[in-house]
Structure formats: C-alpha cells, structure tokens
C-alpha cells in the first residue's frame, strides 16, 4: 500500500515539474519573440526615420563628378541644395565661379526650378595676387561688417546676385570668428538686417555656425534658419579620429537649445588621411576605398563614432592613419539626433565620392 502511495506521489510530482518546464519553456519562447519582435519594430522604425529625413547637400565647384548620381540616391529625401561658394576678388567684391553656374543650371534643368530650394553659399574667403588665396579671413569681415554703410552695400549685393541668378535662398558661412565678440556684434546686426532685405525679396537664408562658437555669450536673431556644423572634431591640425562621435553630436545639440528656431544639423562624408609627419590630407569614401585596394588593408569599426579606420605605409616608408564615414556611420550620426531631439532636417557636406551614400 504505501510503495501504491509513494509511485503515485512520484508521478504526480513528474507530472508538475513538466508542466513547470513547459511553461518555462513557453514564456521563454515568448520572451525571445518579444525581443525579435522588438528588434524588428526597431528596424522598422530606424527605417521609418531614414525616410522621414529632410536632406541639405552642398555641391562645391571644384567636385562636380558625382553629383547627379548621388542627388539621384537621396532625391526622394532631398530638399534643399546649396552651391558653395561665391567668394571675393582681390577688390573685395563677391564673384561666383563658373562651375556653380553650370552645376545650378545642370541640376534646374534636370529637376526643374521648384522641386528643390537652391541656395547660393556666400564664403569669407579672400582672392590674393598671384592666385594665391586667404581663407575665412577675419580682416574681409571687418571691411564689410564694420559699419551701416558697409553692411548695407554688401547686403545689397549678396541679395542682387542671388536675385539675379535665380537662387531661392541665401547662405552664409562666415568662419573663424571664434571669440571676437566685436565681430560677433557685428555679424548679429549683419544678419539681422540681411534676413529683413531677404525676406523683402521672398529669398530664404540659412546661417552657418562651428561648433566652437559662443552660443552660451551672443543672441542671433530669429529668422534664419541656423545649421550647426558637427564635424571638424578631428581634422586639419589635430589627432587621428573621426569627424565626429557621439558625444561631440551630444554636446552640440545641448549647445543649440540657445537657438531660436528649428536648428539644422551638419553632418560630413569622407575623412581625413592623417601622416605621422603631421601632415593632414581630407579624402572621399571613394579615395578611402581606392586606398583599401591599393594597400591591401581592411578597415575596423569604432565604437563611439562607427566610423572606419585603418593604417597604412607609402612608398616613402611614410605611416598613414585613416578615418572615415561611410552610410552606415552617417545614419548612426542622425539616429543619435534623432533620437535626442526628434530633428529630421539634416545637411551633408559634402556631394562627390560617396559609394555608399
């Protein structure tokens, strides 16, 4: 009777503890399909968000190759183009080079006028004798800024040659000022007054800014729309790195919170190439690929800005560091804005010699 007992109770506590591994086993293949179905509403929503970007490109004059390719790649996202860059003579007066001509022409007459804002990038880069040039010149900004006077003739003409030619906005890209808080009064008032004329004229503006200036010390005015250049981290006169990571994207998008308006945010293709003589040269993810091949190397990821690496020796017995972004490292780049402010308006620099854009 008892060993009866004892065989049913040792049945009935099998029976239990199938029934408590079956279930186990249910809740976590429940478990499993929770994740896999959170993985794949992740993906549908980081998709959701590549399609939902409204794009800025900058075409430049001197790299015009690739440009209605890798327009064509992006055109559905697409909204605004800029053409960089009327710049000044050795008079001091704004000249547009031919290619911008032709590469705004190229791009109305394939898309038509209106299906893109087509902007005219005005630069402080100064033409010298001997074709010789002064970049982001400070003293070129004080000539035009230092007075009403100043301010309005240049104001007048940067708005007759946009007018002129066509171009529905305006872009400023006035660099170097850094910490000159006289230039920087200056450059408020110029924009102030420069967005009122625009206006007037149904011209739209769009301002530049590095990611070092004084957002904590000067008031830009509202009105334009204000684009925060997140790149540069590493670059000419720097250390090996990237353009840019994910904390330096962080800190640039707490730094614009003192902006009025939906800001803008940049972001860079390509990479640097830098030599251990300290010579820096920036390169194309086309020209990063060529160098691949060339040396036989295979580029890693980083972890904080995914962005690809690699090293290499010349013919000279020369080391070169390589960085670079490629699609994957652009859209990490605005999944960390996106995810942080819910911005979509994002620009690139540059178009010309992205493979995987």
Not at 110 to 115: C, K, Q, R, S
Not at 206 to 214: S, T
Not at 301 to 330: C, M
Request: with cysteine.
């Amino acid at each position: 009777m008892l060993k009866k007992v004892l065989s049913i109770l040792v049945l009935a506590l099998a029976l239990i503890l199938i029934l408590i591994l079956t279930s186990c086993s249910h809740q976590k293949d429940m478990c499993f399909k929770d994740i896999a179905g959170s993985q794949e509403e992740h993906g549908e929503k980081n998709e959701k968000r590549i399609d939902n970007i409204n794009y800025s490109v900058w075409t430049t004059y001197w790299d015009t190759e690739d440009l209605e390719y890798e327009i064509g790649k992006i055109k559905q996202n697409l909204d605004q183009i800029c053409y960089f860059a009327a710049y000044f003579d050795q008079n001091k007066r704004v000249f547009i080079p031919e290619q911008i001509y032709e590469s705004f022409k190229k791009l109305r007459t394939l898309y038509g006028p209106e299906e893109y804002k087509h902007y005219l990038t005005f630069v402080n880069d100064l033409l010298l004798e001997g074709n010789q040039s002064s970049l982001k010149d400070m003293d070129l900004l004080y000539s035009l800024l230092e007075t009403k006077e100043s301010r309005e003739k240049h104001i007048e003409e940067i708005v007759y040659l946009a007018s002129k030619e066509g171009f529905q906005g305006i872009e400023i890209d006035y660099e170097a000022i850094n910490k000159d808080f006289e230039l920087w009064e200056l450059f408020i008032e110029f924009i102030d007054e420069l967005y009122t004329r625009a206006k007037n004229n149904n011209i739209l503006l769009r301002v530049i800014l590095e990611p070092n200036a004084p957002l904590d010390r000067i008031d830009l005015p509202p009105g334009p729309e204000y684009v925060m250049m997140c790149y540069n981290l590493h670059g000419y006169g720097n250390v090996p790195g990237p353009k840019a990571n994910k904390k330096f994207i962080e800190e640039l998008i707490r730094k614009t919170e003192a902006l009025p308006g939906r800001v803008n945010f940049a972001l860079a293709t390509g990479g640097y190439d830098f030599q251990e003589n300290g010579v820096v040269s920036s390169l194309t993810e086309r020209e990063a690929a060529e160098l691949l091949v060339l040396y036989d190397q295979s580029p890693i990821r980083d972890e904080e800005s995914r962005a690809l690496v690699f090293n290499y020796k010349d013919p000279q017995g020369v080391n070169h560091e390589v960085w670079y972004a490629d699609k994957e490292t652009i859209d990490y780049w605005i999944d960390i804005i996106w995810s942080t402010t819910g911005n979509d308006k994002i620009s690139l620099w540059k178009i010309g010699g992205n493979l995987t854009l």
